[in-house]
């Protein structure tokens, strides 16, 4: 994970509409995949390795947990209190 403070050479927004959903899915004999669908473009995560969970997909798991928690509250609060599109708010 020591990745994470490099500067990315690309982005890709995958912006939400009404179609885009999050699922996780569990099986039995592998580790699990989070599918993230935007209509005609997926992405899974999955773990570094099909049949084992390391330290590290631990610790990424849990940090996509608390900023997906983060970004789920800060989505809220924008929609409950009705600001309007394009108006950036940011919160730390």
Same mark, same amino acid.
Not at 24 to 36: A, C, E, I, K, M
Not at 72 to 78: F, G, I, P
């Given at each position: 994970m020591s990745n994470r403070n490099k500067r990315p050479t690309s982005v890709i927004n995958l912006n939400t509409s009404a179609g885009a959903r999050a699922e996780n899915r569990p099986y039995r004999l592998r580790t699990p995949v989070l599918l993230l669908d935007f209509g005609t473009t997926s992405v899974l995560v999955t773990t570094s390795a099909? +049949?084992?969970v +390391?330290? /590290? /997909?631990?610790?990424?798991a849990r940090q996509l947990a608390e900023q997906a928690a983060r970004f789920a509250t800060s989505v809220e609060r924008m929609f409950y209190r009705g600001i309007p599109s394009g108006t950036a708010v940011t919160e730390q």
């Amino acid at each position: 994970m020591s990745n994470r403070n490099k500067r990315p050479t690309s982005v890709i927004n995958l912006n939400t509409s009404a179609g885009a959903r999050a699922e996780n899915r569990p099986y039995r004999l592998r580790t699990p995949v989070l599918l993230l669908d935007f209509g005609t473009t997926s992405v899974l995560v999955t773990t570094s390795a099909p +049949t084992r969970v +390391t330290a /590290d /997909d631990v610790e990424f798991a849990r940090q996509l947990a608390e900023q997906a928690a983060r970004f789920a509250t800060s989505v809220e609060r924008m929609f409950y209190r009705g600001i309007p599109s394009g108006t950036a708010v940011t919160e730390q």
